[in-house]
């Protein structure tokens, strides 16, 4: 019931900065929380960065102070500002939302995981 869609990725040299959007769409009652993930092949796809519906977030260690997460809850779409970036931060990354959606006719709601399809990041040396 919820579709993300991704863009921004790309190739940028060490140090250089690139700019993620994640715009979600479908049908939901809330997106709660908001965040982007990365993977590198044979390696689990690790957090990089989340941020609630109030606007709390955090980031991974590796990524504090270089990387800024922002969402617009109007438009439903999360943004990942990346600076002095590093070859060690090669990966496709992954949008994803936690969503409140409406189950059957009684007003319940349950909250489910979805992913955007991937974008790579790749830094060069």
């Known amino acids: 019931q919820v579709q993300l869609v991704e863009s921004g990725g790309g190739l940028v040299q060490a140090g250089g900065s690139l700019k993620l959007s994640c715009v979600a769409s479908?049908?939901?009652?809330?997106?709660?929380?908001m965040g982007w993930y990365r993977q590198v092949p044979g390696k689990q796809r690790e957090l990089v960065s989340g941020?609630?519906?109030?606007?709390?977030?955090n980031y991974a260690d590796s990524v504090k102070g270089r990387f800024t997460i922002s969402r617009d809850n109007a438009k439903n779409t999360v943004y990942l500002q990346m600076n002095s970036l590093k070859p060690e931060d090669t990966a496709v990354y992954y949008c994803?939302?936690?969503?409140?959606?409406?189950?059957?006719?009684?007003?319940?709601?349950?909250?489910?995981?979805?992913w955007g399809q991937g974008t790579q990041i790749t830094v060069s040396s």
């Open positions: 941020i609630t519906s109030s606007g709390s977030t």
């Open positions: 994803n939302a936690r969503a409140s959606i409406p189950v059957g006719t009684g007003g319940a709601l349950y909250e489910y995981n979805y």
């Open positions: 479908g049908r939901f009652f809330s997106i709660n929380v």
